[in-house]
């Protein structure tokens, strides 16, 4: 049975700590959500989160499309990273579909933005691609 509680409390403090994190990408330094999305693409990279992320997927999309359309270069680009590894997370059902959809158009105006940093629009064209070919419906 401790084993079982132990498991338990480790699985709440990541997710405090997943919680926290999402609420950094809305802080007013630019240090701070860069530090915010850096844990968040460590954490969705090594684990499957899907319950936790299920969830919160309309709060992190939100969070992620303020931090593509205000930010700069470095950040652009790591929330790119982040909503693919969330699209991977959501897989090819509704979800995926949806987080997919409402950022599809701001990916690609970075994309076709020659003012935005080079590994901004690196980003967001792998995100554009790996999420489509994972949650779009529409073929085309």
Not at 4 to 18: M, P, T, Y
Not at 77 to 95: D, F, H, I, K, N
């Amino acid at each position: 049975g401790s084993e079982a509680a132990s498991e338990q409390g480790q699985e709440e403090e990541v997710e405090d700590r997943l919680k926290e994190h999402m609420d950094n990408l809305l802080d007013k330094s630019a240090k701070a959500r860069q530090a915010a999305l850096q844990s968040l693409r460590l954490a969705l990279s090594s684990k499957t989160l899907s319950e936790f992320l299920l969830e919160r997927r309309l709060t992190l999309t939100d969070s992620l499309e303020k931090c593509l359309k205000k930010g700069k270069g470095d950040e652009q680009a790591l929330a790119g990273t982040v909503l693919t590894l969330l699209c991977l997370q959501m897989g090819s059902g509704p979800e995926g579909e949806e987080v997919f959809c409402s950022l599809k158009p701001l990916l690609i105006s970075i994309l076709t933005d020659s003012t935005a940093s080079p590994s901004a629009r690196q980003s967001c064209a792998t995100a554009l691609g790996m999420c489509c070919y994972i949650a779009a419906a529409d073929l085309e």
